[in-house]
């Protein structure tokens, strides 16, 4: 069993090499895009199980799983006094 310290380690070095990734996306997507119509990539965090039922609701209405919430943030915001 690897000692704490040593899955802290991991855990550290696996977050760094996700944010470059992510960071990498992110400038190839902004350099692509239309000026007007930019995009910009956002992580939500999720176990296995909630992102492959939330991606069948999605599909199941023929929307990507990003664009299923961001409908579903207008949604709650429209309808709870935000």
């Known amino acids: 069993m690897a000692k704490k310290q040593d899955m802290a380690a991991l855990l ?16 190839k997507a ?5 000026a007007s119509e930019e995009r910009a990539t956002s992580l939500v ?5 909630d992102k492959e039922r939330l991606t069948a609701i999605a599909k199941t209405h023929g929307l990507s799983l ?3 919430f961001r409908l579903a943030a207008d949604e709650y915001i429209a309808n709870h006094e935000w």
């Open 45 to 49: 965090s999720m176990t296995k199980s």
């Open 30 to 34: 902004s350099v692509s895009a239309d």
């Open 66 to 68: 990003s664009a299923f």
């Open 12 to 27: 550290d070095k696996f977050e760094a090499d996700a944010a470059k990734e992510h960071d990498k996306k992110e400038a």
